[in-house]
């Protein structure tokens, strides 16, 4: 009788120990086939990631390039607007002298047409009182004498003027009435 259940225990324990040791080693497989495949992904997103940093690195390498080019361009035209700052300060202060200049010019030319006038004004007035003189008095010889004094005086003037005014004429409407055209008047009287 001892026989019997031993060997039964036996044979019912060994088919169990079987399994399990095929259920432990199963088991052991597909811990170790779930790590693999946890370690595939992982190495899958860190390839991707990867590859993402590389093609951002590219594109920042490029932009890079194009802002160098940009950073030059700004920097030449920042210095070319400066050159022409300067140029036009230049201008400016030749245009500033050249300005006084003309002012200083156009004083002189309108004190020489003001004298001018006051020159033709002297010489009608003492004209017309001449005429004055000569049509009260008649043909006195003396006043006649003085008026040819005066008129030869008021020639001399004349020429002495023009010598020392500069030689260019005035505009013509700034002329003022001629005083011999009235020296002319007194002389057919």
């Known amino acids: 009788g001892l026989a019997p259940d031993w060997a039964g225990t036996y044979a ?14 199963a088991r052991t497989y597909h811990r170790q086939n779930l790590l693999y495949e946890k370690l595939k992904l992982k190495e899958k997103e860190v390839m991707s990631f990867l590859h993402n940093l590389e093609m951002e690195n590219i594109e920042a390498r490029e932009n890079n390039q194009e802002l160098k080019k940009e950073i030059n361009f700004y920097h030449n035209l920042h210095s070319w607007l400066l050159m022409e700052k300067n140029l036009i300060k230049k201008k400016l202060m030749i245009l500033k002298q050249e300005s006084k200049k003309v002012q200083a010019d156009w004083a ?43 008129r030869l005086a008021t020639a001399q003037e004349e020429s002495i003027l023009q010598n020392e005014l500069p ?18 008047k007194s002389s057919s009287i």
């Open 12 to 25: 019912r324990s060994a088919p169990s120990f079987g399994r399990a040791a095929a259920y432990t080693g």
């Open 108 to 150: 002189i030319i309108h004190q020489y047409l003001v004298d001018l006038n006051l020159v033709g004004k002297d010489e009608q007035e003492k004209t017309s009182n001449l005429e004055t003189q000569e049509h009260q008095i008649g043909t006195n010889n003396s006043v006649s004498e003085t008026a040819r004094e005066l």
């Open 167 to 184: 030689s260019q004429e005035p505009p013509a409407e700034h002329h003022p009435q001629h005083p011999q055209s009235s020296l002319d």
